[in-house]
């Protein structure tokens, strides 16, 4: 296990292979050799102020272009951006994805901005904000969304209450292909709220002590429905 520290750059100019890495940079990281790996690798900011940007053209005072996505090379367990604590905005831009992926934040609000291939790997979104989903998501694995703080409730649809929101719009960027799509989970407290929606893959919709309400026609087609 590897963390790098840095209050201003952290830049990488050669091979770092091994187990977990954590890069936490005060500005901009610049991964410009390739980093391997089999276990956890997390980048985040050094603080709760601070931006963060994936992708060509994406905006964020941390920087992760294409080209160091790139060296993030295919092998590791999951991919952490962010931190539990963020105020601030994460935009990620199109990007090609070779192993699970984590967003995570506060209240800073989680902005996917350009087209989104996870292929079989999974996304995973902790966020007590509302989402922003702009650009499609396309994969054959599991997207799980789900409030930080399990006091946090979720709106699944336009109008339906929560500190977590995805509007109809956000839902419409869900691509037909995953293999579940999982609102919710078992800690949650709050409560889970879901609209009318058509849903192209199969759902799970989960709470713990939290109240979920189904507050329009659920059209599954020929997918399941776990509750």
């Keep these: 296990t590897l963390t790098l520290d840095a209050h201003h750059d952290i830049i990488i100019n050669q ?10 940079a005060g500005n901009d990281a610049q991964i410009n050799a390739v980093l391997s790996g089999s276990g956890i690798i997390t980048i985040m900011p050094a603080s709760d102020a601070q931006t963060i940007g994936i992708g ?7 920087q992760v272009s294409t080209g160091e ?20 905005g994460m935009e990620v831009q199109a990007a090609t994805w070779n192993d699970d992926v984590l967003l ?9 901005a350009g087209l989104q291939n996870f292929g079989a790997n999974n996304l ?13 998501l396309y994969v054959s694995g599991t997207l799980s969304i789900s409030s930080l703080d399990p006091s946090v409730g ?4 336009t109008g339906q209450a ?16 995953w293999a579940s799509l999982v609102f919710g989970n078992s800690s949650l407290t709050g409560d889970l709220n879901v609209g009318a929606h058509t849903w192209m893959d199969n759902l799970a919709l989960q709470t713990g002590s939290g109240t979920l309400s189904i507050n329009g026609t659920q059209n599954m087609g020929a997918n399941s429905l776990q509750i």
Excluded: C, K, P
């Design 15 to 24: 091979t770092i292979t091994g187990q977990n890495l954590t890069l936490i």
């Design 162 to 177: 929560g500190g977590v929101q995805l509007t109809d719009s956000d839902l419409s960027n869900i691509m037909d292909g």
């Design 124 to 136: 995973y979104v902790t966020t007590n904000a509302a989402l922003s989903m702009t650009s499609q």
């Design 69 to 88: 996505l790139s060296n993030i090379v295919n092998g590791w367990s999951q991919i952490i951006f962010g931190r539990t604590t963020s105020t601030s």
């Design 154 to 157: 979720i709106g699944v649809g």
């Design 104 to 112: 995570r934040s506060d209240t800073g609000i989680i902005h996917i």
């Design 56 to 62: 060509n053209g994406s905006a964020g005072t941390l």
